[in-house]
């Protein structure tokens, strides 16, 4: 049995596959194997996959019929062998030590569900100013709390950096479709099952930006869907039990957020908080508008409330977050961040 499997689904990915799968035969870790799903390729894909897989045992190659990302992958979750299941894609590549390092804090902290790690973009000419702060984000974000704290903000774990105990795609179902991102999903799931996670603060993992990667050119990945992804979650974890939901912002995020949230079984949103005197004494979906002075006012009307921090301009999360703490009100237990 290998000491890890690389789960890899592939399709149409002859540009980019040799470099990636030539970065994982550079590994410092030579006891490995890699689950290579092609995932009904018409382009040259499965035959450079079928070239590694007679020159190396390691790379073992399947083939099924196009059926997107998410059954692929679930494919090759079962064909793993290992209890350590390594994700990677088909246009990135690895750093030598990745899968050595990332073994070796698994069987040192046998707590954790998943560890990741530091990300790079490449080629650098092709990483925007969004994709680069989007990566500063991601790369501030190493311990347990600091990943679960801005979970419902964004992904905090890049899925192709990441390994994960096997047991824990039995656990909370494998990857599954319900019309927003699978890994984002998946990683919600297995936040409210209980899981921790933890990232090695290297990089390890290069991620390359091109215009055909899925998050440009697949519906799901639209903003729409992702606060449909929140919104769900949200609803099945921190706002269980509430009696009342105040969100913040009653801006574009806070209104389409509230839109989902409502659906969502009816959540009870009771008002919004706002800084902009402009919509202060308005409303939004027939519930008020309000200055963050009454905040704590509306917070003691009811037994249980909670608060959403849906403001996406990242400078003004810290200053909300300050204010909250003047107020005395807890991250993760009274309010949650959800741009």
Same mark, same amino acid.
């Given at each position: 049995m290998p000491i890890i499997s690389v789960l890899l %689904?592939?399709?149409?990915?002859? &540009?980019?596959?040799?470099?990636?799968?030539? @970065?994982?035969?550079?590994?410092?870790?030579?006891?490995? *194997?890699? $689950?290579?799903?092609?995932?009904? #390729?018409?382009?040259?894909?499965? @035959?450079?996959?079928?070239?590694?897989?007679?020159?190396?045992?390691?790379?073992?190659?399947?083939?099924?019929?196009?059926?997107?990302?998410?059954?692929?992958?679930?494919?090759? $979750?079962?064909l793993c062998r290992s209890r350590y299941v390594a994700r990677m894609d088909a246009d990135d590549r690895a750093h030598? *030590?990745?899968?050595?390092?990332?073994?070796?804090?698994?069987?040192?902290?046998?707590? $954790?569900?998943? /560890?990741? #790690?530091? /990300?790079k973009g490449f080629p650098e000419e092709h990483v925007g100013e969004g994709f680069q702060l989007y990566y500063e984000w991601l790369n501030s974000l190493i311990t347990h709390e600091d990943i679960c704290r801005e979970i419902f903000v964004e992904s905090p774990l890049p899925n192709p950096s990441m390994t994960i105990r096997k047991s824990w795609f039995e656990h909370v179902g494998g990857y599954q479709d319900h019309g927003w991102p699978e890994d984002y999903d998946f990683w919600l799931r297995m936040y409210l099952a209980g899981a921790r996670f933890a990232k090695i603060p290297r990089v390890l993992l290069e991620w390359r930006e091109h215009p055909d990667r899925v998050t440009h050119t697949d519906s799901r990945y639209s903003v729409k869907n992702f606060l449909r992804a929140k919104a769900h979650y949200l609803a099945q974890g921190p706002l269980q039990g509430r009696d009342a939901v105040i969100i913040w912002g009653a801006g574009m995020t806070g209104r389409r957020l509230s839109k989902h949230l409502i659906r969502?079984?009816?959540? %009870?949103?009771?008002?919004? $908080?706002?800084?902009?005197?402009?919509?202060?004494?308005?409303? &939004?979906?027939? &519930?008020?508008?309000?200055? &963050? *002075? *009454?905040?704590?006012?509306?917070w003691g009307r009811y037994e249980n409330p909670v608060l959403l921090a849906a403001v996406r301009a990242r400078r003004a999360r810290p200053l909300i977050r300050a204010k909250l703490e003047e107020f005395g009100l807890v991250e993760g237990e009274n309010w949650w961040a959800a741009a």
């Open positions: %689904p592939c399709y149409n990915a002859e &540009r980019t596959l040799a470099e990636t799968l030539t @970065s994982l035969s550079e590994q410092t870790l030579g006891d490995f *194997e890699v $689950v290579a799903v092609d995932d009904g #390729s018409t382009d040259n894909t499965l @035959s450079i996959l079928g070239d590694w897989g007679e020159r190396d045992a390691r790379f073992r190659v399947f083939s099924e019929p196009h059926g997107g990302i998410i059954p692929a992958a679930n494919l090759g $979750v079962r030598p *030590e990745r899968l050595a390092l990332q073994v070796e804090y698994l069987n040192t902290h046998p707590n $954790v569900a998943a /560890v990741g #790690s530091l /990300v969502e079984e009816h959540q %009870p949103v009771a008002a919004f $908080v706002d800084i902009d005197p402009q919509k202060i004494g308005r409303t &939004r979906r027939g &519930r008020p508008i309000i200055p &963050r *002075e *009454e905040l704590m006012d509306w």
